[in-house]
């Protein structure tokens, strides 16, 4: 089944710690993106990646980082260095080039206890 | 931030009637895009509309773009409880690139 898949959907993490939210897809997009969304907010653009081996840094990119060592694959981890990182973050991906829609992921939920 | 901004902040309608709701942002556009997403889920594509173009549809829905004006309007006819979500608009900057930046969402409840 194509699409994009987001894991863990629900993540609990202590202060300190590092966690990685994994994205993978199946539609042979070029672009992949990590946004966060806090409650009743819209989205923030944390890093993107328009090819392999290649991201830039979005609105919102300190205390995150990012690989993109396959075009299936675009982990986000949430260091600790991100003073505040309870949210829901949501990877999207896109054909990439000229503008167009993004498809999204079904989101992880990270919980900083 | 070039955010869009969504007006108004929560709509809230019987079933039937017709659901607007307005989008404004402040820097010219390739292309602009609304999306919905239903609680604790990942968005889903709606509609995109180009600079060059004033107006579409799909389905129910209706958007108008107005350049001289920077805004945007989403029209939802003939409401059903399910349209019950959060809509979003997202522009895509001539400056920024392939990347979208979202406003902060329209909470559209449908009552039955």
């Known amino acids: 089944d194509g699409g994009i898949t987001q894991s863990p959907k629900y993540l609990f993490r202590k202060e300190g710690q590092n966690v990685t939210l994994s994205c993978e897809q199946n539609?042979?997009?070029?672009?992949m993106y990590w946004y966060r969304q806090d409650p009743g907010q819209g989205l923030r653009l944390i890093y993107y990646?328009?090819?392999?081996?290649?991201?830039q840094k979005g609105d919102i990119a300190e205390g995150y980082s990012v690989s993109r060592e396959k075009k299936e694959s675009f982990p986000l981890t949430v260091t600790s260095a991100q003073k505040n990182p309870t949210a829901f973050y949501l990877c999207?991906?896109?054909?990439?080039?000229?503008?167009?829609?993004?498809?999204f992921g079904e989101g992880s939920r990270l919980t900083v206890l | 931030s070039q955010q869009g901004e969504e007006d108004p902040q929560a709509l809230s309608i019987q079933e039937g009637e017709n659901a607007t709701m307005n989008c404004s942002y402040k820097?010219?556009?390739?292309?602009l895009q609304w999306y919905r997403q239903n609680s604790g889920r990942g968005l889903v594509h709606l509609i995109l509309?180009?600079?060059?173009?004033r107006e579409k549809h799909s389905g129910r829905l209706r958007v108008t773009l107005d350049t001289s004006k920077k805004s945007s309007s989403l029209l939802i006819t003939a409401s059903r409880a399910a349209d019950t979500a959060s809509y979003f608009c997202?522009?895509?900057?001539?400056?920024?690139?392939?990347?979208?930046?979202f406003g902060g969402g329209t909470r559209v409840l449908v009552k039955p």
């Open positions: 999207a991906t896109g054909p990439g080039g000229a503008s167009g829609e993004l498809f």
């Open positions: 539609l042979n997009h070029d672009a």
């Open positions: 990646s328009q090819i392999v081996n290649d991201f």
């Open positions: 820097t010219s556009i390739n292309n």
């Open positions: 509309i180009r600079s060059n173009e």
């Open positions: 997202a522009t895509d900057f001539k400056a920024a690139g392939n990347k979208l930046t």
